[in-house]
């Protein structure tokens, strides 16, 4: 399985961006995929996680109601759209897919996914 996260960019606060993560190699239909971040002197946080067949989604709290994650089956790809940015969002984002399906309380935990993308860097100016 590769992870291809793309779209970040230098952005200005209360901007929009949307990232995109282009799984290869499996049939996702059976998978959870998350976006993680992690801000520069912090550890790697959870942002959003999805649920590749029914669509059944979990957020951080400090993301809640400005991003939004989707996937698209035919493209096997999987968006972070990501509105009202503010400067606390710069990070490198990540990408990850895990094997089987997550209930929505288990997404938030890194160790449960099986592969990671290289990153995408979103950064915003104040």
């Known amino acids: 399985v590769q992870l291809q996260a793309s779209g970040g960019g230098l952005v200005q606060a209360g901007g929009s961006l949307r990232l995109s993560c282009a799984a290869s190699?499996?049939?996702?239909?059976?998978?959870?995929m998350g976006w993680f971040r992690q801000a520069p002197g912090k550890e790697r946080e959870f942002v959003a996680g999805?649920?590749?067949?029914?669509?059944?989604?979990r957020y951080a709290d400090s993301v809640k109601g400005r991003f939004t994650i989707s996937g698209d089956n035919a493209k096997n790809t999987v968006y972070l759209q990501m509105n009202s940015l503010e400067p606390e969002d710069t990070a490198i984002y990540y990408c990850?897919?895990?094997?089987?399906?997550?209930?929505?309380?288990?997404?938030?935990?890194?160790?449960?996914?099986?592969?990671w993308g290289q990153g995408t860097q979103v950064t915003v100016s104040s």
């Open positions: 190699g499996r049939t996702f239909s059976s998978y959870t």
């Open positions: 999805i649920r590749w067949n029914g669509g059944s989604t």
């Open positions: 990850a897919a895990r094997r089987g399906l997550l209930i929505t309380s288990t997404m938030g935990h890194q160790d449960n996914y099986d592969y």
